[in-house]
């Protein structure tokens, strides 16, 4: 089955050679075609090119031409970074915050990731899995394509365990491309206050073996941060479950500098994620690695915290990709156009930055620059169609409005 798209305004994110990333003032660059065709055969891209240019396919019967009459179309985006499979929303901590209590006050007082591990404890693979597909049908029709989604609200070896295969589940039945992440040492559960180092010798022991006999996880992660997992401990997990075929995607610098970067960068991390503290030193480890960094907009936004560097970054020569981290408690929305214009207004990124940073950039760190993150040949047919506008710029500009009229994941329309 093929279709084709003609007649497209701008077709957004275009790549003869696919690149694994575009980092420093590449990230100002995005290819363009105007007046474009775009080729889909059954759930690769197969062609695409100008309108004078468009490929004659009459003979064939099964193709359908969708003539989408200067709409835009780009590429799927890669959400790299969310929690969203949970069990209950915790709208009571936003009003906690909204009174002024911090983050740390919060988790302190047995909220934040306590709070949605009591209620995971309770809440059954079928539920779960029924809550968490809800906001999966939600982020395709927001026109994400491919999404990491993190275990870490388990905080038991049980409860981890349900949560991945909850995962695994969403991954067998939804036209989403999901990587699993296994986050065990995201906090240290109430019966371990004192006692962390026991915590921690039971992720190694116990968690990262199980997760792995099961083969429910591609990532491991660390929340190294102040108040959370020191640098040592995280060195230990990352050693453990590297013994096992995990990569780390690592917490790191949300509240302090941590060393969360540079532990991540010495571990070859795949992406270390939030990055609010990030100074000479970070991003020196950062230059010349194999490691993504990614920001994290709406925790930023939603829990009021000082803004990452992004800019610094940039200017650097380092790559950035954007990602919502969607959970119940510091981003409750995986609206990646929203991320976009937050990049912008927030970060001082321009339209095209954004753009790369949640498509190509946030494919690598998601371990899938190779088949997502652009239209090019052969790669996974995931785009999203817009309504009628001027250009690509009015995507972040228009920040609240719903300019995606429809999406089409592994070559069909959803």
Same mark, same amino acid.
């Given at each position: 089955?093929?279709?084709?798209?003609i007649?497209?305004k701008?077709?957004?994110?275009?790549?003869?050679?696919p690149?694994k990333?575009? *980092?420093?003032k /590449?990230?100002?660059?995005l290819? &363009?075609?105007?007046?474009?065709?775009?080729?889909?055969?059954d #759930? +690769? @891209?197969?062609?695409?090119?100008?309108?004078?240019?468009?490929?004659?396919?009459?003979?064939e019967?099964?193709v359908?031409?969708?003539d989408?009459?200067?709409?835009?179309?780009?590429? *799927?985006?890669c /959400?790299?970074?969310?929690?969203? &499979?949970?069990?209950?929303?915790?709208?009571?901590?936003y009003? #906690? +915050? @909204?009174?002024?209590l911090?983050?740390?006050e919060?988790?302190?007082?047995?909220g934040g990731?306590?709070?949605?591990?009591?209620?995971?404890e309770?809440?059954?693979?079928?539920?779960?899995?029924?809550?968490a597909?809800?906001?999966i049908?939600?982020?395709a029709?927001?026109?994400?394509?491919a999404?990491e989604? +993190?275990s870490?609200?388990?905080?038991?070896t049980d409860?981890?365990?349900?949560?991945?295969?909850?995962?695994?589940?969403l991954?067998?039945s939804?036209?989403l491309?999901i990587?699993?992440?296994?986050?065990?040492?995201?906090a240290?559960p109430?019966?371990?206050?004192g006692?962390?180092?026991e915590y921690?010798?039971?992720?190694?022991?116990?968690?990262?073996p199980?997760?792995?006999?099961e083969k429910?996880?591609?990532?491991?992660?660390?929340?190294?941060?102040?108040?959370?997992?020191?640098?040592?401990?995280?060195?230990?997990?990352?050693e453990?479950?590297?013994?096992y075929?995990?990569?780390?995607?690592?917490h790191?610098?949300?509240?302090d500098?941590?060393?969360?970067?540079?532990?991540g960068?010495?571990?070859?991390?795949?992406s270390?994620?939030h990055?609010e503290?990030?100074?000479?030193a970070?991003?020196?480890?950062?230059?010349?690695?194999?490691?993504?960094?990614?920001?994290?907009?709406?925790?930023a936004?939603f829990?009021?915290m000082p803004?990452?560097p992004?800019r610094?970054?940039?200017?650097?020569?380092?790559?950035?990709?954007?990602?919502?981290?969607?959970?119940?408690?510091s981003?409750?929305?995986?609206?990646?156009?929203f991320?976009?214009?937050?990049?912008?207004?927030?970060?001082k990124?321009?339209?095209?930055?954004?753009?790369?940073?949640?498509?190509?950039?946030?494919?690598?760190?998601?371990?899938?620059?190779?088949t997502?993150?652009?239209?090019?040949?052969?790669?996974?047919?995931?785009?999203?169609i817009?309504?009628?506008?001027?250009?690509?710029?009015y995507?972040?500009?228009?920040?609240?409005?719903?300019?995606?009229?429809n999406?089409?994941?592994?070559?069909?329309?959803i």
């Amino acid at each position: 089955m093929k279709t084709l798209f003609i007649n497209i305004k701008k077709l957004v994110q275009v790549e003869d050679a696919p690149k694994k990333w575009v *980092a420093g003032k /590449d990230m100002g660059k995005l290819p &363009v075609i105007e007046n474009a065709y775009l080729l889909i055969s059954d #759930d +690769k @891209i197969e062609d695409f090119g100008k309108m004078e240019d468009v490929p004659k396919l009459n003979n064939e019967q099964s193709v359908t031409e969708v003539d989408v009459a200067g709409r835009m179309i780009l590429p *799927a985006f890669c /959400d790299s970074h969310t929690h969203l &499979v949970y069990a209950g929303s915790r709208e009571i901590e936003y009003v #906690d +915050k @909204i009174k002024g209590l911090s983050y740390e006050e919060i988790a302190k007082r047995g909220g934040g990731i306590l709070n949605s591990a009591k209620r995971m404890e309770q809440a059954s693979e079928d539920e779960l899995y029924e809550s968490a597909l809800q906001r999966i049908t939600e982020i395709a029709g927001f026109g994400t394509g491919a999404v990491e989604i +993190k275990s870490g609200y388990g905080l038991t070896t049980d409860t981890e365990l349900k949560m991945l295969r909850v995962i695994k589940k969403l991954n067998q039945s939804t036209p989403l491309h999901i990587k699993a992440n296994f986050l065990g040492a995201h906090a240290v559960p109430a019966k371990y206050r004192g006692r962390q180092s026991e915590y921690v010798d039971l992720v190694i022991n116990e968690m990262i073996p199980q997760v792995a006999s099961e083969k429910l996880a591609d990532y491991i992660d660390v929340f190294c941060d102040k108040g959370f997992f020191t640098v040592d401990e995280t060195d230990r997990i990352l050693e453990q479950g590297a013994k096992y075929g995990l990569r780390p995607k690592i917490h790191a610098n949300e509240l302090d500098y941590s060393g969360g970067i540079q532990v991540g960068v010495k571990h070859n991390a795949l992406s270390v994620d939030h990055l609010e503290f990030v100074g000479d030193a970070e991003i020196k480890a950062l230059l010349n690695s194999e490691t993504m960094p990614t920001v994290l907009p709406g925790a930023a936004f939603f829990l009021n915290m000082p803004y990452s560097p992004v800019r610094n970054m940039i200017n650097s020569g380092l790559p950035v990709a954007l990602a919502s981290d969607y959970n119940p408690g510091s981003s409750p929305s995986g609206n990646m156009k929203f991320i976009m214009s937050l990049g912008c207004i927030n970060y001082k990124m321009t339209p095209e930055e954004v753009i790369n940073a949640t498509t190509i950039n946030s494919a690598y760190a998601m371990g899938l620059q190779k088949t997502h993150g652009s239209i090019a040949q052969g790669k996974v047919a995931n785009i999203y169609i817009t309504t009628e506008i001027n250009g690509y710029e009015y995507l972040p500009y228009a920040y609240s409005s719903n300019l995606i009229e429809n999406v089409m994941l592994n070559g069909e329309f959803i």
